[in-house]
């Protein structure tokens, strides 16, 4: 048995995530910097600033559980507003002093001799840590369409995660490519600004009707003086029980749950959208809640508005003016936005991650991105993951998925710091055991009902937990100390 010690642990990325670890290692007084590639904190709220961006978790429930916000502008709110309480939060507990921008992390490399990790950055410099915090982010790497032609749009083009404020929108003709939650968001804010939109819908999307309201200054000055009225709203029977609701839907989807959601969505296509053409445009052909489903209290009022135009057909080639259909049309635009998606099987990547002996994480990702409950990996001793693969949890918030994951991780810290263990990784049998179950489960989920979408990876299985909240909750608890290795 060692002595205690005191661990040095670098954290990759300043997101949501990565500024949980630091308050979280900070409140127990420990070393830790955090290694951010940009030059300002905030993840994936500092990367998206398209018109429309808001979240789809209800504002009061996007927060971490220990800083509600009183602030927030409205029920459901926007991309701008989230960036600015990660900001305040890092602030507060004085985790932006901690962050090192501009280092973006080129390779982590483990050292068997010293059960150390030494990470490199693209500026040349390079560091040394005992635990490694991935909390790297999980949809942060663009995906360009591979449509022939694309560099030779002569107007301004560009992906929705490199929103560019130069391109002409407002009385402007433009071009939108992809209807996930991205492409539905824009098209509710540009319905307005634009002379016309046309948007390419490959494959229409189901919408689930939510409520969208402000709260007004009594309401803030309310949940100021009583942070009971907040925590109401996060832990409401009524939102909370319709969130459960929807993890037991996608997981037993023949159920009378599913087809609640089922309905709901029919319904709002059908008794929203009056032009008959429209609605067989509109109308998906797979299943409710196979793609993410997308929320929205706006979405069908707009995209009936004369400015708005859905193409379903298909795009033959980009052309200088425009996107040429394979029927021949041409959609003359000013401006091509690529709501196309990103990468999700990127993760920690492209850094170049080399664990004990020199196993390569490429190596141990080559058929999918995997990890022992989404989180550590045989292999990659004292490396652990916030949001890592297979991590999403239904349509939960990734801040509470991220508390709860670093509840887990806790445990195991604490056998290094105890002077327990040296080294922890979960035993390669536990966890291919995991991962068989998880795959099983997995394809039974609504994710794998027949439909194209970020959640499956490159041999069509949902990446996600493909139990109920409940369970999740509970394997959050405590890891099951028999299914790790701990070296001294
Ligand atoms: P998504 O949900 O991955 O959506 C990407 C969209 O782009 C989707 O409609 C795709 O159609 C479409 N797409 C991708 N490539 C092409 C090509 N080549 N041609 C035509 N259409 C294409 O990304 P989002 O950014 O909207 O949302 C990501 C997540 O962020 C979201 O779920 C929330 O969790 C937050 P397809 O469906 O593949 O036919």
Redesign the pocket.
């Known amino acids: 048995m060692g002595e205690a010690r005191k661990l040095r642990y670098a954290i990759i990325g300043a997101g949501m995530a990565g500024i949980l670890a630091g308050i979280k290692l900070k409140e127990r007084g420990e070393q830790f910097t955090i290694y951010e590639k940009a030059d300002k904190l905030g993840g994936?709220w500092r990367e998206?600033r398209y018109p429309g961006l808001t979240c789809?978790v209800p504002a009061h429930a996007y927060t971490y559980s220990f800083e509600p916000y009183p602030d927030w502008d409205a029920y459901y709110s926007t991309g701008a507003q989230i960036q600015t309480y990660f900001e305040y939060v890092a602030d507060k507990y004085g985790i932006t002093p901690m962050i090192r921008f501009g280092h973006e992390v080129t390779s982590a490399i483990y050292n068997d001799a010293t059960a150390t990790w030494t990470l490199t950055f693209g500026n040349g410099s390079s560091v040394e840590a005992d635990v490694v915090i991935a909390a790297s982010g999980v949809?942060h790497h663009p995906?360009?369409?591979?449509?022939a032609g694309l560099d030779t749009f002569k107007g301004p083009a560009f992906h929705?995660?490199r929103w560019d404020d130069s391109a002409p929108i407002d009385g402007a003709r433009v071009g939108l490519?992809?209807?996930?939650?991205?492409?539905?968001?824009i098209v509710t804010a540009l319905a307005d600004r634009v002379e016309k939109l046309v948007h390419?819908?490959?494959?229409p999307?189901w919408v689930m009707p939510v409520p969208q309201f402000d709260y007004t200054d009594a309401d803030r000055e309310a949940f100021r003086k009583d942070p009971a009225l907040m925590d109401a709203i996060r832990y409401n029977d009524e939102y909370l029980g319709a969130i459960k609701r929807f993890t037991d839907a996608i997981t037993d989807i023949d159920g009378p749950l599913m087809q609640q959601i089922e309905d709901a969505c029919l319904q709002n296509l059908e008794n929203s959208v009056r032009d008959p053409e429209l609605k067989e445009k509109l109308r998906p052909n797979y299943r409710a809640a196979c793609?993410?489903l997308?929320y929205s209290w706006n979405y069908y009022d707009k995209v009936q508005q004369p400015s708005i135009f859905v193409e379903t057909g298909g795009?033959e080639r980009i052309e200088p003016t425009g996107v040429r259909m394979k029927d021949g049309t041409l959609h003359e635009l000013d401006t091509l936005v690529?709501?196309?998606?990103?990468r999700?099987d990127r993760f920690i990547r492209p850094a170049v991650v080399k664990g004990a002996g020199g196993v390569c994480l490429d190596d141990f990702w080559a058929v999918r991105p995997r990890a022992h409950y989404a989180m550590t990996m045989p292999g990659f001793p004292n490396l652990f993951m916030l949001n890592g693969p297979t991590g999403?949890v239904g349509?939960f918030s990734l801040i509470d998925i991220a508390e709860q994951q670093w509840n887990y991780i806790e445990h195991l810290l604490d056998e290094l710091r105890a002077g327990r263990a040296r080294s922890v990784q979960p035993r390669a049998e536990a966890f291919e055991d995991y991962e068989e179950r998880r795959i099983a489960a997995a394809k039974t989920t609504i994710f794998g009902s027949g439909?194209?979408?970020?959640?499956l990876d490159g041999e069509g299985v949902p990446a996600s937990w493909p139990w109920s909240y409940e369970a999740f909750a509970e394997a959050m608890k405590q890891p099951v100390m028999s299914e790790f290795e701990l070296a001294a």
């Open positions: 994936t998206n789809d949809l995906k360009l369409p591979d449509i929705t995660a490519i992809g209807c996930g939650s991205t492409g539905i968001q390419f819908q490959r494959s999307q793609k993410r997308i795009i690529l709501a196309t998606g990103f999700a999403p349509n439909c194209q979408s970020w959640y």
